[in-house]
């Protein structure tokens, strides 16, 4: 149920990923809703009889006690109300595989296009990250825990899991292959409309695996993931921090190759940049703690590190190897209704 929910709460979201179990768990509930409401809507006149607009015909055919018109009408209306994240749910899905959502004009070719369509909305996800997020499956949806019985407001990672070791794999020149990091029990906690989930890491490298890992996330639902080095965070527009991360003396993952300082590879933006930059802007001008957070490609292995960054030059530790890389950005001035801020 969570899995319908879940779409319904991404409304109008185009973006990211969705796989296959949370698609097809959509169109089952979806169609068990169609079925539930034409059903209480035959009930329905047969209960109160045949409606006002029937009766014309009750005396030619009096055995029709039902039209069913009522339930129709219900079924449309719901129709009318979902065909937007139904449609938004079946581009996230083909996103999964690496196809653009105008693929969904695919069905307008009679028949084969049709049959197409459900075979690509079958398809198994991409293994890794695409050109529209990253893989759904990689540590689980949330809400695999929450269907479970995993979240509660007060429960507590398990111990066990927090002794597992991530496995991080890098190739023979040292570059990053891939990491493997075991599941986690989020705590669940809701206050003013929001939806708060925290979990405890022993690694920023992990953090970082189990954030990337959310196929998706519902507006006003945010994930914290604290460390020894700090926590990181992600919501619907991209990473973020609520108190600040070390920048050096990382805690790393067994199996890191810290190597001399080296030159960063790229300064990237992970999500909705604008928005990002404007929600760091709003906290600071309220005197709370924000900083802009970017993915920094580490020089010797390639990670890409989502770190505080600062105007000018500055040094950061690569999570998976922990190689120092030294890079830049230009001040950013934000406009807002407290005036020009600079993050």
Partial sequence: MNWYLNVLQQYADFSGRSRRKEFWMFVLFNYLAILGLFLSGYILELIIGTPVYAQSISVLEPEHSSSGNVGRLLVLLYLLATFIPSLAVMVRRLHDIGKSGWWIFISLIPIAGSIWLIVLLCTDGDAGDNLYGPNPKKTGNAFDSLETGKVSKTQQPAPEAKAVQAK??????????????????????????????????????????????????????????????????RDLNGFYTEVQIKSNDIRLETGANKTTPVKALSLTAFGNVEKNQNGVALLKSTGQYASFVLQIECGHCGYKSPVETTGGVFERQCYACGTVNETRRAQIRVHTSQGAITI
């Fill in 168 to 233: 991080v794999e890098f190739d023979d020149e040292g570059k990053f292959v891939k990491a493997t990091v075991p599941g986690v029990f989020w705590n669940k906690q809701s206050s003013d409309g929001a939806t708060y989930l925290s979990c405890n890491a022993p690694t920023l490298f992990r953090a970082t695996e189990i954030l990337r890992g959310i196929s998706s996330i519902p507006p006003n639902t945010y994930y914290v993931v604290d460390t020894p080095d700090g926590s990181l965070g």
